[in-house]
């Protein structure tokens, strides 16, 4: 029972969360006069680039080749949103709260299928950040643009993710069951975001004499 728990909250998390990055990446890459097919490129990378690269790395099957639900709720969310974006105004700031509960959904999602794998603790902390960000960093790279996560002035991001983390690891070395552990996890990443929005929370930048 504890192994198709975990597999539920594997599953239905990255499931989720596709459904908000890919509507993001969409309204990211305004302005840049992409077709129909660019935009679920974009989509692509970054719904799903994130999960692919943690995937990569851990040596296990690519879980969107395994399982094409994944691909078609990315490209139907992009081409929704795509087709929407044309008819009604809609701000990138609609989708700020929905990408800190993505990102609380990828965290999470990441860091218990490299825990499944024996990963050690710092690894599988790494590996949900992989799979929280690494989508966003590919999506602007393709757009031409310094991803976020990099700009001195955005704030809380990655870190916020490393955090949720390992307090998702810490809560399931405490006994805890998967899914409580996994709903405080998400929960924490989710307000540390908003938050961070909120009063503007950054980390120091680097700045030469």
């Not at 929280?132 to 310094?146: H, K, P, S, T």
């Not at 810490?170 to 929960?187: F, H, K, R």
């Amino acid at each position: 029972m504890a192994e198709l728990t975990t597999a539920q909250v594997l599953y239905w998390s990255t499931m989720l969360a596709l459904v908000f990055s890919a509507a993001a990446g969409v309204l990211d890459a305004r302005g840049k006069q992409f077709d129909l097919f660019g935009v679920m490129i974009i989509a692509f990378c970054a719904a799903l680039g994130g999960g692919t690269l943690r995937d990569v790395i851990l040596d296990r099957d690519v879980f969107w080749v395994k399982d094409d639900a994944y691909l078609i709720v990315t490209w139907a969310s992009a081409i929704m949103t795509f087709y929407l974006a044309r008819w009604v105004r809609l701000s990138s700031r609609w989708f700020l709260v929905p990408d800190a509960a993505a990102l609380g959904l990828y965290t999470v999602a990441g860091t218990q299928a490299a825990l499944s794998l024996g990963s050690s603790w710092l690894v599988a902390s790494f590996m949900g950040v992989i799979t929280g960000a690494a989508g966003g960093i590919l999506r602007d790279i393709l757009v031409n643009e310094i991803p976020v996560i990099f700009r001195s002035q955005h704030t809380l991001y990655a870190t916020a993710s490393w955090l949720g983390a390992l307090l998702f690891i810490g809560l399931l070395q405490q006994q805890i069951s998967v899914g409580i552990a996994a709903t405080l996890a998400i929960a924490f990443i989710f307000f540390a975001r908003v938050a961070a929005i909120r009063w503007n929370l950054v980390l120091p930048a680097y700045r030469d004499k």
